[in-house]
């Protein structure tokens, strides 16, 4: 297997969703759908209004997935919508997306759509 050459870009985008224990397989499948390369899940926790309790206001752990997709600038809005319209995220509770801007991304890898390093 040949290895690949130092690729940088300026032209990325970071998607990050904050979604419910079991929906990151589903986000990342729909972000892949729409031209995506792949995603990276994390497990966290988080506490939020929907989990308080009572008079003492007490808070309720609840497991999330934290999925991150570096996209091209040109796939951004299909990317992002194709996860937005992904079987659970449309009800209220069941994640967050957002995007955000990457300056510039160093990497080793293939492809004819990579700016390649400077030598």
């Known amino acids: 297997m ?9 032209d ?7 979604v419910q224990r079991g929906l ?5 499948e729909a972000a892949v759908d729409a031209g995506a390369n792949g995603g990276t899940v994390c497990y966290g926790s988080g506490v939020g209004d929907r989990e308080r309790l009572g ?17 091209p600038r040109e796939l951004e809005t299909a990317v992002f919508k194709a996860i937005a319209e992904t079987k659970g995220m449309g009800r209220p509770g069941r994640g ?8 510039r991304l160093a990497a080793y890898g293939r492809g004819d759509a990579a700016k390649k390093a400077e030598p």
């Open 96 to 103: 967050i997306l957002f995007t955000s801007p990457v300056e």
């Open 24 to 28: 990151g397989d589903d986000v990342v």
């Open 2 to 10: 040949k290895a690949g050459s130092l690729m940088i870009r300026e």
């Open 12 to 18: 990325v985008v970071l998607i990050t969703a904050v």
């Open 55 to 71: 008079v003492l206001a007490l808070a309720l752990d609840v497991d999330q997935e934290i999925v991150y997709i570096l996209v």
